[in-house]
């Protein structure tokens, strides 16, 4: 079998007995990109010169290829944040994970397309280019993570980082058919990630399978004292128990996510996951997050207020694109106008008026209190349950253009992951069925830190689905 269609740990374990070199593995992702790039347009910058190099280290991410999405700094590699401001950014310095990743001889191939700062569900805000679903042209991948997301579907990585901030790993991972964490606020160090909206940010996993996701998570998780939200609390290997199976485990359905504006589809698919959960001796209970209906609202008035502050810094002075004027200002304002695209704009003038003096009462302070209330549904589901169950998105992946002229329905195709966020607690979006030959994912959520847990349900649910890394035909029927 080619090795680009293989994982890691499979990778790993034939390097380790000799049959195959890292590079080889390199060579054959690098051919993959070669032959479907064109079509999937995954990449925002291709490493050319990237080669396994040898370290010292037993890590079976050493000598894997993957792709970082482009608003995680590496040093001497361009970052963009997918927004034409940050076109010319050269980062001098590298994110932690980034380091973490090095130090073990993980392979970086390429910066990956995002819609811009984040901003979105489908990629399509990205100020460089569309990326396309692998498993349909003509679709989306899913955002904001979507060349992450497409490129690991598509064989052109073996693993990928991406950020999430309101699903923005579990939503692309969801519609290319693979398996993203996004993981508890604080596990993962930010150093080095471009903020969006900071008290939501997150850095995760995209791979082809959860073992592989697990593999992954070993090598970032952790403690990082140039963080100052990064939790002080040792990490556990998350591969360990992975195998241990759900009998015995209570899995909480929320019945808010289940409601009006599932498709039919989904619903099916999620039916038969929880069976499936069922038949393998865990115990399903449903159960009542009576906040859920005010996460959307409150999720984009605290992401646009957070926003609004954080991308204030790129005024032309700094660093990234600059355009003259008469003055400061209207240099500032030409530069703002000219290097945001019209969905960073609007989330900067909703953000600054939620937060203007008249208005922050009304909006960002309620926004505040609400969130403690839909935190408390989570505390309250987890005396009852260990995860609960969820679809990531409502639909599958949809059309490219179908959603670009309304916003609104762009930010409701996020109704089932900005919660997660706004709680900060970890999730994992993996498949769980295929239907009309495009995937369809589930989500699992947990208390803070069960990263282990979530991964061990995930296992065992892929282990009869039979639905792990597969390779999207990227429009060739392979
Ligand atoms: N789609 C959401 C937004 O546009 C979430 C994006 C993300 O997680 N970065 O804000």
């Not at 064109?38 to 990449?43: H, R, S």
């Not at 890590?59 to 792709?67: C, I, N, T």
């Amino acid at each position: 079998m080619e090795m680009f269609r293989q994982t890691i740990n499979q990778l790993h374990k034939r390097i380790s007995n000799g049959e195959i070199v890292a590079a080889d593995v390199v060579e054959s992702v690098k051919q993959r990109i070669a032959a479907v790039e064109p079509a999937v347009k995954a990449f925002i910058t291709i490493c050319d010169d990237s080669e396994a190099v040898a370290v010292e280290s037993s890590s079976p991410l050493a000598g894997m290829p993957g792709v970082v999405k482009d608003n995680i700094c590496t040093q001497g590699i361009r970052t963009t944040c997918g927004s034409r401001i940050l076109e010319n950014f050269i980062p001098p310095y590298n994110a932690t994970v980034i380091d973490r990743l090095n130090a073990v001889g993980a392979v970086v191939l390429g910066k990956t397309n995002q819609d811009e700062f984040g901003m979105g569900s489908s990629t399509e805000n990205s100020g460089y280019h569309i990326t396309c679903n692998p498993w349909d042209l003509s679709r989306v991948p899913g955002g904001s993570s979507g060349g992450s997301a497409a490129a690991v579907a598509s064989g052109q990585a073996l693993w990928a980082l991406g950020s999430d901030t309101g699903g923005s790993i579990r939503q692309p991972a969801a519609f290319c058919g693979i398996v993203g964490m996004k993981p508890t606020y604080g596990r993962v160090s930010r150093y080095g990630l471009v903020a969006y909206a900071s008290s939501l940010d997150t850095i995760g996993t995209l791979t082809r399978d959860v073992y592989d996701n697990a593999l992954l998570m070993n090598v970032i998780a952790g403690y990082d004292e140039r963080d100052s939200t990064s939790i002080n609390a040792p990490c556990e290997d998350y591969t360990a128990g992975i195998y241990d199976g759900v009998r015995g485990l209570k899995i909480g359905l929320p019945k808010q996510y289940f409601g009006e504006g599932l498709s039919a589809e989904v619903a099916a698919a999620l039916e038969q996951a929880v069976q499936t959960y069922r038949d393998l001796g865990a115990e399903i209970i449903e159960v009542d997050m009576p906040n859920t209906k005010y996460a959307l609202a409150t999720y984009y008035i605290i992401a646009t207020a957070e926003a609004s502050s954080n991308l204030a810094r790129y005024d032309g002075v700094s660093y990234g694109l600059r355009v003259e004027g008469k003055n400061i200002v209207d240099m500032s304002e030409r530069t703002r106008e000219q290097g945001f695209s019209e969905e960073v704009r609007r989330r900067i003038m909703l953000g600054t008026y939620t937060l203007s003096a008249g208005y922050y009462d009304a909006y960002y302070n309620k926004a505040l209190k609400v969130r403690r209330l839909i935190k408390n549904d989570f505390d309250a589901a987890f005396l009852q349950v260990d995860v609960l169950l969820t679809p990531v998105a409502p639909t599958q992946a949809f059309k490219i253009g179908e959603k670009t002229d309304d916003p609104l329905a762009m930010y409701l195709s996020d109704i089932c992951t900005v919660t997660v966020n706004l709680a900060g607690v970890p999730a994992l979006s993996l498949p769980c069925a295929f239907t009309n030959n495009l995937p369809v994912g589930m989500q699992l959520i947990g208390a803070p830190l069960s990263e282990a847990l979530l991964l061990r349900v995930g296992c065992a649910f892929e282990q009869t689905s039979g639905l792990a890394n597969k390779i999207a035909p990227c429009g060739g029927g392979k």
